[in-house]
């Protein structure tokens, strides 16, 4: 059964600091992964998705990388802004699966 | 383009009453999951339909259902509401079955 952690489970950094996010799962044999970001009481917004064949995606101040081998995944973000506040997801899935997501990392950036 | 589209926004509901929620897909989109949000938990996989068909099933109990229709919308049914069925449910779309999957805004229901 597929098993997905993030670390940390909150994180409260200063505007314009560069970040690492971290997700990790117990079955390395994902078909993708993706990462969201969803704001209080709201649905998610999608940010990247990795093939299981790729090693890292790219979206603007964004960059997910996938290292299978190790059952890990990280989203680095640069130069981080206060509109960046949210909870950040990961989810992964398995061929025939359902995606399973992690709790979630609590980003606050401050002015 | 539209999104994601769930209606209704909001529900306020007894114990013992029933539900239905509805989702309206990304045009084009064939596959629609459900998940459930309660208060401090996180996303719990409900249902997956794809073409019509139930593909997969989360760990709820049978009073929880839905249906896929021919335009590819989806609805999904709680019965005889319970307290802890309070939370947030989102629906979300893809193309396809393994591909990025976009969220709707979600229906928040309450359960008094």
């Known amino acids: 059964k597929q098993e997905v952690t993030q670390i940390p489970a909150a994180l409260s950094v200063p505007e314009g600091e560069n970040l690492v996010l971290n997700c990790s799962f117990t079955d390395s044999a994902i078909y993708n992964l993706q990462w969201f970001r969803q704001d209080p009481g709201k649905g998610l917004t999608s940010l990247l998705l990795i093939q299981s064949s790729q090693r890292e995606q790219t979206s603007g101040r964004l960059n997910a990388s996938l290292d299978k081998s190790s059952g890990r995944s990280t989203l680095y973000i640069a130069a981080s802004q206060p509109g960046d506040s949210a909870t950040y997801l990961c989810a992964v899935r398995n061929y025939g699966q359902n995606f399973v997501f992690g709790p979630g990392t609590r980003l606050s950036v401050l002015p | 383009e539209a999104g994601v589209t769930q209606s209704p926004t909001h529900l306020i509901k007894t114990r013992g009453q029933q539900v239905t929620l509805r989702c309206s897909p990304i045009s084009g989109h064939t596959s629609v999951y459900w998940y459930q949000q309660a208060l401090g938990l996180g996303l719990q996989f409900l249902l997956w339909y794809d073409e019509g068909e139930e593909r997969n099933r989360g760990n709820f109990p049978p009073r929880f259902s839905g249906r896929q229709f021919p335009n590819y919308s989806s609805e999904l049914n709680v019965n005889a509401l319970e307290l802890e069925d309070s939370a947030l449910y989102l629906c979300?779309?893809?193309?396809?079955?393994?591909?990025?999957?976009?969220f709707g805004p979600g229906t928040r229901l309450t359960v008094l």
């Open positions: 979300a779309s893809s193309f396809g079955t393994y591909n990025e999957q976009f």
